[in-house]
């Protein structure tokens, strides 16, 4: 089994910090990307920041500049800070991982249970 559990949620004024993390454990070969979604109130998901495991960040216009994705290879962990926050980033974020269980099996994408983000103005 594959596990990624979210941490780092919680209510902020708007202007403030968050940082979230995530860590996949469990049967684990190796793992391409991770990343952050996020779905408010009444929205479909939407993509956050990816993050392969070598190469650049990718990050949604309306987080760029303000929201820094990383991860730490050893850990099987990816990070989130998330600065100057807007009431419109008000969410509950995902955290997910494309990755190989074995040597021999394809990629599949992993979901973590969710985190909410709650900025108030």
């Known amino acids: 089994q594959v596990r990624l559990v979210e941490s780092g949620g919680g209510l902020v004024q708007a202007g403030g910090s968050l940082r979230l993390s995530c860590l996949a454990s469990g049967s684990i070969f190796s793992i391409n990307s991770m990343g952050w979604y996020r779905r408010a109130p009444g929205r479909q998901r939407e993509l956050v920041a990816t993050?392969?495991?070598?190469?650049?960040?990718n990050y949604a216009d309306s987080v760029s500049g303000r929201f820094a994705i990383s991860r730490d290879n050893a850990k099987n962990t990816v990070y989130l800070q998330m600065n100057s926050l807007k009431p419109e980033d008000t969410a509950v974020y995902f955290c997910n991982a494309l990755l190989k269980r074995n040597a021999w099996t394809d990629l599949s994408a992993y979901w973590g249970q969710g985190t909410q983000v709650t900025v108030s103005s």
């Open positions: 993050i392969p495991s070598g190469g650049n960040a």
